[in-house]
């Protein structure tokens, strides 16, 4: 079995220290195997806020946890236009990670990161036909019993979020394709600051057999209908728990857990899980 943590939305530069924190100390608490940031390390891809998000992930690899992220639309310049045209994550490769599209195996779970950024949109996110020939190429690689994991800032669905429903990625066929193709088990996405887990057979119809797991933002001052929160995913073989971790105002706690379990072709429901100690 490997644990995730699934962080994501950060936001640097408007952030609470004290959300910071008590993320580092829940982090050292569940004893992960991989830490995923699924985007937005900045509020506005200002170096001094690169800076601080470059610190926060040195404190938890100095704490022997690995890291693997991808970035988000607010790490790309927002008012200056000739950095967001010209050099748009020159400052993501420098402070967070000089790869857009890292990949990591840990213990049977392969997991691949692809930016979904983009300098033309101010929020939505989209993937590219070399994008899409990149995921199919890498997940071929991995052996076939292995749980593949693909994490993109932007999710890859339409989804609800309070009254409104957030759109897709662009290119959501081109993606989808690559997804069912490559036998992707678990999608990880964050942007909307909202948490949620469900098959994608929920949200279309013609969607193949994948986990949607949408993490909310963990330390930002922004929010949308909930509280800051993150999770902590347990994968085994043929299943997946998620336990939403929530902010109470004083520390992160197990709240929300699933165990979901492949049957028939999608991910069902199991019994009810205690939430990830």
């Known amino acids: 079995m490997a644990r995730i943590v699934h962080l994501s939305d950060l936001h640097f530069g408007a952030h609470d220290q004290r959300l ?7 982090v050292d608490e569940l004893k992960p195997d991989l830490v995923v940031i699924s985007g937005d390390f900045t509020q506005r891809a200002r170096t ?16 022997g946890h690995e890291v693997l992220g991808v970035p988000g639309n607010h790490d790309v310049p927002l008012y200056d236009v000739l950095r967001r045209f010209l050099s748009p994550l020159a400052r993501y490769r420098r402070f ?21 950024a983009r300098s033309l949109t101010f929020k939505d ?14 997940f071929a690689r991995t052996p076939s019993e292995s749980m593949r994991i693909l994490v993109t ?12 429903v957030e759109r897709a990625i662009g290119r959501q066929e081109l993606a989808l394709d690559a997804v069912e193709e490559s036998g992707v088990d678990i999608l990880l996405a964050g942007h909307n600051h909202h948490a ?6 929920d949200l279309v119809t013609r969607a193949g057999g994948v986990l949607v797991v949408q993490a ?44 979901y379990q492949w049957q028939e072709g999608k991910w069902k429901v199991g019994k009810s899980v205690e939430p990830a100690a």
Not at 20 to 26: I, S
Not at 153 to 164: I, M, S, T, Y
Not at 245 to 258: I, L, Q, R, T, Y
């Open 20 to 26: 910071v924190e008590a993320v580092e100390g829940r």
């Open 153 to 164: 800032h932007h999710p890859l669905f339409a989804l609800q979020v309070g009254k409104q």
């Open 96 to 116: 967070i990670d000089e790869s857009l599209c890292p990949f990591v195996e840990i213990g049977g779970v392969a997991v691949l990161g692809i930016n979904t």
């Open 216 to 259: 909310g933002t963990a330390t930002s001052t922004r929010v949308r209908d909930e509280d800051q929160s993150f999770n902590t995913i347990d994968v085994s073989e043929q299943s997946a728990a998620v336990t939403v971790n929530a902010w109470n105002g004083d520390e992160f706690v197990p709240s929300d857990a699933k165990r």
């Open 196 to 201: 949620s887990s469900q098959d994608a057979s």
């Open 125 to 138: 996110g989209r993937m590219n036909r070399d994008q899409v020939d990149f995921i199919r190429e890498t």
């Open 48 to 63: 001094e806020q690169f800076r601080e998000a470059c610190e926060f992930l040195d404190r938890l690899r100095d704490r």
